[in-house]
């Protein structure tokens, strides 16, 4: 049987009553088109995506608060198996997170677990308890910034978790900043794990022991306050992150330290052409980061201002920013670039579409102007089968 190339679109909206789930498309390789083959699994909020292990394997965040049923009790992580001759999606497992918002799945470099990281709410609830000399006080409490690693089994699927790491919040005097950790990438070696925390502007330094199952603190940077550290990516072989921010159009480039895990600024760039604009930014700033295989070039989505920014990776690591381009829609939350690394595509969430773009030898982008609808996309992965 040949293998087959689909790209899994994942709806993703917070607000109740609408269609959320998976759309399917098959990528026509020579020319990077999508066919629309059908839209699926519409109670899921599907957050993010990871490629399983397996042939036409994908796991998918169900980014929710409410699991399996009853209020409460966190979201999922589903493993969904793809069928090789359409596309049609099989959900074989469903494992509950424990903690609300499963915002990120990221597979260590062995395969054999899985780091979960949990954007959680900003809800919280008072309780009333009862003090030792019989007096009563009310006492505040928020969801639990959990960090939860899975044991992964030989059949691809999430076993069971083997540990958590509960991040603090932090009182400031604007109020309480709950913790929202929002991703989790591998360094290069596959010794640490990199996690982001836009709630107390946090970047994290974690030590996997593979033997033990565990998560062990290696380091905590203070970002910029109110930056909101969102995403990050891995240069392919230099012991670099490149790490964006939901409030701030600007790329900051950290290195971890392959012996301590220890975190080191190594420099910033903004991701915008327009020095003005970026002197006085408000609103939704950047979402993904995705790096060309070759590592040569890094691709940044920026919101509010409905643009992709192209950086060039110098051979130092140093990134500099070579063109800004609108992202042919509105939002774009997503980006995805294809196996042969040929084209660029951008999820515009709130406009609706997929819009294509053509990468060019320079690593600039050229609007192919091709457009695909699809429902309120958020992520995109391309899953090949066999």
């Known amino acids: ?22 759309s399917v498309f098959r990528v026509e390789k020579e020319n990077g088109g ?10 899921v909020n599907a957050g993010q995506q990871c490629p399983g292990n397996l042939p036409g394997m994908d796991y998918i965040t169900n980014e929710c608060r ?8 966190g979201g999922e992580i589903l493993t969904v198996r793809f ?7 099989e959900v074989v497992s469903r494992v509950s997170t424990l903690a609300p918002q499963p915002s990120y799945i990221c597979l260590d470099k062995t395969g054999k677990f899985a780091v979960v990281p949990h954007h959680v709410s900003d809800n919280y609830v008072t309780r009333i308890v009862k003090n030792g000399d019989n007096s ?40 309480y900043h709950e913790a ?10 596959g010794k640490y794990c990199i996690v982001c925390d836009k709630g107390t502007d946090r970047v994290y330094s974690f030590r996997l022991d593979h033997e033990a199952g565990k998560l062990l603190l290696a380091d905590c940077m203070q970002a910029i306050p109110g930056s909101a550290p969102r995403y990050s990516a891995v240069h392919q072989d230099k012991p670099l992150f490149y790490q964006n921010h939901e409030r701030l159009p600007l790329l900051n480039v950290l290195r971890c330290d392959e012996k301590t895990g220890r975190l080191v600024w190594a420099g910033s760039v903004s991701l915008l052409e327009d020095a003005e604009m970026a002197e006085n930014w408000s609103g939704e700033g950047p979402a993904d980061l995705v790096f060309s295989e070759n590592g040569k070039y890094l691709y940044a989505s920026v919101r509010t201002a409905n643009l992709i920014a192209v950086l060039r990776i110098e051979e130092d690591g140093t990134p500099t920013l070579i063109q800004n381009i609108n992202c042919g829609g509105k939002n774009p939350r997503g980006l995805c670039i294809s196996l042969d690394g040929r084209f660029l595509y951008s999820a515009n969430r709130d406009s609706g579409n997929i819009a ?18 699809a429902n309120l996309p958020g992520n995109m992965k391309f899953v090949q089968t066999c």
């Not at 053509?358 to 102007?369: A, E, F, M, R």
């Open 180 to 189: 929202h950790l929002h991703s989790a990438v591998m360094s290069p070696s």
């Open 34 to 43: 999508l066919v629309f083959l059908g839209h699926f699994l519409k109670d």
């Open 1 to 22: 049987m040949s293998e087959k190339l689909f790209m899994i679109v994942g709806s993703f909206a917070m607000k109740a009553g609408v269609d959320k789930g998976i």
């Open 66 to 73: 409410d699991g399996s049923g009853r209020r409460g009790g």
């Open 136 to 175: 009563f006080q009310a006492v505040t409490e928020y969801d639990d910034g959990a960090l939860v690693l899975f044991r992964m089994e030989k059949d691809g699927m999430p076993g069971d978790i083997c540990d958590v790491y509960l991040c603090p919040g932090e009182q400031r005097e604007d109020g």
């Open 356 to 373: 294509m773009f053509w990468i060019d030898d320079d690593g600039k982008l050229h609007d192919s102007g091709v457009r695909t609808e």
């Open 83 to 89: 069928s090789a001759g359409d596309g049609t999606p």
